[in-house]
């Protein structure tokens, strides 16, 4: 059984809109995320020590713009999708998330893993974001080294600076479990 | 020269078995790791501090369950596969892999690379994995920092519990070189 | 709109040659790595206490074979391609790796992350890699912690040993900025 060049299209098409979302908020691109999202995209990350809920793209911008500001160095990897096409114009995706989350203000190193549930949907002939969810499976805190060196920090010129940032602790419940 | 149809979708399954067997190890989910390999998968593991070989797909099962177990935190993603089809129904694929592994009985952070060599088969229209090498490029092994906390850990409560786990060291050989 | 079986295919071995790019430094597989470029390479890594400028790949080469010694273990993953034709025999990439770089003689662990914007070249049937270059977004760099044990080191076989390294300070600028 082979997939039609339609269906193989939209393997391609869903992964690279998914390479754009994970570049976009470690560069800070907000141009670019703004094209990622549906109007009404829903988002529940539960994490170790914070969980997040929030829905609609102008949310969804707020809350990446005060994510990754000046005062922190990410790294998110998202790896070995599997793509499940669900209808002509609707899909949904499995993700294996590796991220280092450098936060300077509080001099704190989160690293770990998650796995991503989403859904996608294809509005005038492009693919976004409509739904995203993920576990995750490890997340490990430590302080961060003294004897470490921040050679580069590409989020200390795109990020917000700290006079640019809103609160976004309206979308975010903190602690575990 | 262009691949076929059916050439392009053997590519996407073939990968999708592999991300799906990474996301199994690693969320000890054994029913779905039950159908990624044939009955007759032979593995073999060339680490750094330990070597594995085994064969048969019960003897993988018993291998992965207990090694995935409530007292580790793993995470392997397998990376930049480079597929060849060579039957109609075999295949090889090579895969980087990027693995951590923490374990907590023993307090250890083990952390590397390896360079997976697979070989595929479709059975019933399926592909699954019937043989499984590697070889370790780096591992680096460290006492787990004490000021480290673990915020997330999916295998405390899916893994195997240290009464249910039974003994694989006949599978493991220890020890550099 | 669905890509044509030709781009389909193109999308797929572009992904293959830069894969195997990564397992070639990563490994010191320099009779790999030798075919992966067109004759007109031209690179540009702007890094954080570094920076790499140099043309052809007979300076590619030398690179390469003096920066993955014996003295070095590295690791090098290239993650969410995002691929665009745009010629018949020509294609542009974007990448983002994650890397860690330890290097034994010096006692230094750099991690980091960086954006790879490639340009590849259709000569004689097979796609090579005709310009690369990145800047790196986040940059770390530690000291070797001594209670780390290094169990598996594979450039320690492949890589050039010291007396077989030569000079490549002419492709370098160090320093930061």
């Known amino acids: ?10 393997f391609e098409d869903i992964r690279t809109l998914k390479h754009r979302y994970f570049r976009g908020i470690d560069t800070a691109d907000l ?17 170790g020590g914070y ?14 713009a005060n994510s990754f500001h000046s005062g922190t160095a990410p790294m998110h990897h998202g790896h070995m999708p599997e793509i499940t096409l669900t209808g002509a114009d609707e899909a949904e995706g499995i993700w294996y998330l ?40 490890v997340e490990v805190v430590q302080p961060l080294d003294s004897k470490l060196q921040i050679t580069a920090h590409w ?14 602790g309206h979308f975010i419940q903190w602690g575990n479990g």
């Open 155 to 168: 989020l200390a010129n795109t990020g917000r600076k700290p006079h640019e940032r809103t609160d976004i």
């Open 1 to 10: 059984m082979a997939y039609s060049l339609q269906e193989l299209s939209d």
């Open 98 to 137: 590796e991220d280092i989350f450098i936060n300077l203000d509080d001099q704190l190193h989160t690293s770990g893993s998650a796995i991503y549930r989403d859904k996608y949907r294809r509005e005038d002939g492009v693919w976004r974001i409509a739904r995203t969810e993920y576990d995750r499976l």
């Open 31 to 47: 141009p670019l995320l703004a094209t990622l999202f549906t109007d009404d995209i829903s988002v529940e990350y539960r994490g």
């Open 51 to 64: 969980k997040v809920k929030l829905a609609g793209r102008d949310n969804m911008m707020d809350f990446l």
